[in-house]
């Protein structure tokens, strides 16, 4: 019986030791520094820092009920909104590696394994984008049917980065809510947390 509960104790432990190794991991828990110089992509890429950051921490802490509520019949849960973020997120990826954006069949994934995906594209992203000098060279393009459908990069801004910094802060009131607030002590305006 002690060594079942040992060793028990231990695979406990161990997971929660590697979950919080893994979180300590993810990128945004604080905006990364500013590009030196003003630049199209310096600009783009504080754009995606801002939404990374702003995605880390609408979604910290996010518990299972937080995960499922939604504020009406016809509305998104938590859950699907993040998801829905998660998608744009390959779009904004996909235009930084000029891949054409198709539909994709994901594996089944925790809602942790997503966040910490949505967070890397983003970083992907803005590491891209921020030594980028011609952003017209990055168009947003959809596979088709018959052929591709490619929009300007001006799309990605009024479209994907705003879309998501738009249910970002979604998930924030939603939260809210479900009796989860956003932590007080995030600044937004700073990028990290005040102490």
């Known amino acids: ?10 695979i406990l432990l161990t997971s929660l030791f590697m979950t919080a190794q893994q979180d300590s991991q993810l990128p945004y828990a604080e905006i990364p520094e500013a590009p030196d110089a003003y630049t199209p992509g310096g ?7 801002g939404l990374g950051f702003r995605y880390y921490w609408a979604t910290e802490g996010l518990r299972p009920e937080d995960l499922k509520y939604k504020a009406s019949l016809e509305g ?3 859950e699907e909104t993040a998801d829905h973020i998660l998608g744009l997120s390959y ?3 996909n235009s930084a590696l000029r891949q054409v954006n198709e539909p994709r069949e994901e594996a089944p994934m925790t809602f942790d394994q997503k966040r910490a ?9 803005s ?4 030594s980028a000098e011609d952003l017209g060279e ?3 393009v959809f596979k088709g049917k018959e052929s591709n459908v490619e929009y300007p990069f001006w799309n990605q801004v009024n479209g994907p980065i705003s879309d998501a910094l738009w249910h970002c802060g979604q998930l924030v009131l939603l939260r809210r809510a479900s009796g989860n607030p956003f932590n007080s ?11």
């Open 43 to 49: 600009l783009v890429s504080r754009m995606i820092d």
């Open 76 to 78: 998104r849960t938590s």
């Open 1 to 10: 019986m002690y060594f079942k509960n040992f060793i028990f104790l231990t």
């Open 127 to 130: 590491r891209i984008f921020r």
């Open 91 to 93: 779009v904004v990826l």
């Open 185 to 195: 002590k995030v600044s937004v305006f700073m990028g990290k947390l005040r102490k």
């Open 138 to 140: 990055y168009p947003v």
């Open 117 to 125: 995906l949505t967070l890397k594209n983003l970083e992907q992203a």
